[in-house]
Each structure stands twice: as structure tokens, then as C-alpha cells.
């Protein structure tokens, strides 16, 4: 029996489990647009509605999650593929025990861990289908491969864009990426768009109007709207105290729009036992293109 094939097993058995987290990816065509402040955000509102969170940290190198929680992770991704620490181990608990994994430095990506390391580090993650009920993944911006592979591989995807031509521009470029991969299947995806930054419901609604236009007319593709955040200094105010809006300033009208999405992503159109994929199925798209 060859590596993959092993590989394959250990995910068909884990699929057996009836359990699985329902899992998000958050993700820009660029960065700067908010994306790892609403992952926080997002975090806050589903631990008050009940959920058991978890937030991977996959823009890798990178801190975002940490400093947005002013948390400093004992152990990281890193730490569990390189030194023998477990997936409990290297999870840090944040505000209002939300648990995040840290993308740590010493990894390029996911897809690029020789066959060893990506069998261990599935087995080990999935285990967050046991810990948590939802997954949010932070992805890095822009249009690399590590970043389309996510995309790809989640149920639901949760686009931020901004009024700016630029985020709009790049937002675009990553959804022709996307659409354009030969293993992207667009009907086993929800990608859904956020307005961030906005001065008003009608300007979110404005956003996305035009990429969805684009995105049908030259993709053949359609978005869903999910909802606005509006421009709010607290949210700046929040960053500078490395806490999230949503605790520091509950009141703020961002921390509602949060809260209304939240409750959208969680309360509106859920999907059914058996289109949940978990984490289990989730990697097993970076050991299927393995073989």
C-alpha cells in the first residue's frame, strides 16, 4: 500500500464520524481590508451564541490572530508537525476561551509538507471536528496557491471587499483564479460576500453588486450577499488595544453588524448533515492532488 493510499484511509475512517465542525474561510483579493479583524469578530459572536470556536491561523509567517487578541501562543503549527506537540497543545486560548492555532514560520504551505508531515498533521487536525463546533480559517490575502487551495476545499467562504478599486480589482482576480483551477467545483461552494468599510447598507449593497455583475458575466459564477460593516474608528480604537470590537466595544455600530452577521451565517440557510465536510474532508483535498 503506497503513501496515498494510506492517506486516503485515514480519511475515509475519520469521514465515518458523524461529528464535523462546520468550517469557514475568510479570505480577500488583498490584504489590508479587514480580514483577520472580522475573523475575531466573527469568533466573539458564535462563542455567545453557544458555539465552541476555533480559529486557524493560515496565513502562515504571519501573527494576525495573536496580536488581534494580544495573545502570545506558548506552541504553533510548527510545533506540532516539527516537535511532537499535540493539536490540544498547540491550541492558545484567546478571549472568552476562544481557541485559535497560530500559523507559526517555518512552513510555505499546507500543500507543500512532504507526504509524512501532511499524514501526521491531518490525523491531528482532525481532532477539531471533536473540539469545535465551527472553524474559522484566516487565510493569507492575495491569489497564491495555498490560499486558492482553502478556498477550494471550503463548504463556505466568506469574501471581505472594500469600496476601494484595488480590493475590488483583486477580488475579482482571485475568483477568476478560482473559477479558472480545472478542480474548483463551484456548486460545492457558497462564497459569500461581505462590504467592509462602508458608509451605509446601500453602499455594501453596491459593492457587490458589481463584482457579482463581473463575476456572471465573464465567470458564469454568482455570489451571495452576506451583509455590511460599516466604517467605524472603534474598530481602529480596538486594534491599537489588540482587542476585538465586538468585547471592547459592544455598542459600537460595528459590533452590531457583526452580530447581525453572525447570526445570519449561523441562524439563515444551514447546510445539512451530510453536505458538512469537517476538517477530515477538508484536508484531504491537499492529499488527493498528492497522489
Known amino acids: 500500500m503506497d503513501q496515498a493510499e494510506q492517506l486516503r484511509n485515514i ?42 470556536v476555533i480559529i486557524f491561523d493560515a496565513d502562515l509567517g504571519l501573527a494576525n490572530v495573536e496580536i488581534m487578541f494580544g495573545a502570545i501562543p506558548k506552541y504553533n503549527l510548527s510545533d506540532l508537525i516539527y516537535r511532537g506537540k499535540t493539536i490540544k497543545e498547540i491550541i492558545t486560548s484567546g478571549p472568552m476561551d476562544i481557541g485559535f492555532i497560530s500559523g507559526g514560520s517555518g512552513i510555505t504551505g499546507v500543500n507543500n509538507l512532504p507526504k ?32 486558492l ?5 471550503s463548504p463556505e467562504v466568506l469574501l471581505l471587499v472594500t469600496s476601494e478599486p484595488s480590493s475590488l ?34 453602499e455594501g449593497i453596491g459593492i457587490y453588486e458589481k463584482l457579482n455583475a463581473v463575476v456572471g458575466q465573464f465567470l458564469k459564477g454568482n455570489l451571495e450577499y452576506l451583509g455590511m460593516i460599516p466604517q467605524d474608528m472603534a474598530v481602529e480604537k480596538a ?21 447581525a452577521l453572525t447570526y ?20 484531504s483535498r491537499f492529499i488527493y492532488r498528492r497522489s
Not at 487551495?149 to 476545499?153: G, K, P, Q, S, Y
Not at 449561523?266 to 484536508?283: D, H, V
Open 169 to 202: 480589482t483583486d477580488a475579482y482576480s482571485l475568483l477568476k483564479a478560482l473559477h479558472r483551477n480545472p478542480e474548483f467545483r463551484q456548486a460545492q461552494t457558497k462564497i459569500k460576500v461581505i462590504s467592509n468599510r462602508v458608509t451605509s447598507e446601500e
Open 11 to 52: 480519511v475515509k475512517k475519520n469521514q465515518q464520524s458523524t461529528r464535523k465542525a462546520r468550517i469557514y474561510t475568510v479570505t480577500s483579493g488583498k490584504g489590508g481590508v479587514g480580514k483577520s479583524n472580522a475573523v475575531v469578530n466573527f469568533a466573539v459572536y458564535m462563542q455567545k451564541m453557544g458555539k465552541k
Open 264 to 283: 445570519n451565517l449561523l441562524e439563515g440557510a444551514t447546510i445539512p448533515l451530510q453536505e458538512k465536510r469537517g476538517i477530515m474532508q477538508l484536508f
Open 116 to 147: 509524512e508531515q501532511l499524514k501526521f498533521l491531518v490525523r491531528n487536525l482532525s481532532e477539531l471536528d471533536e473540539l469545535a463546533d465551527i472553524v474559522l480559517i484566516d487565510t493569507g490575502a492575495g491569489i497564491s496557491d495555498h490560499v
Open 149 to 153: 487551495e482553502f478556498v477550494m476545499a
Open 239 to 259: 486594534i491599537r488595544q489588540q482587542q476585538p470590537v465586538s468585547i471592547l466595544y459592544p455598542e459600537a455600530k460595528s459590533s452590531k453588524a457583526f452580530e
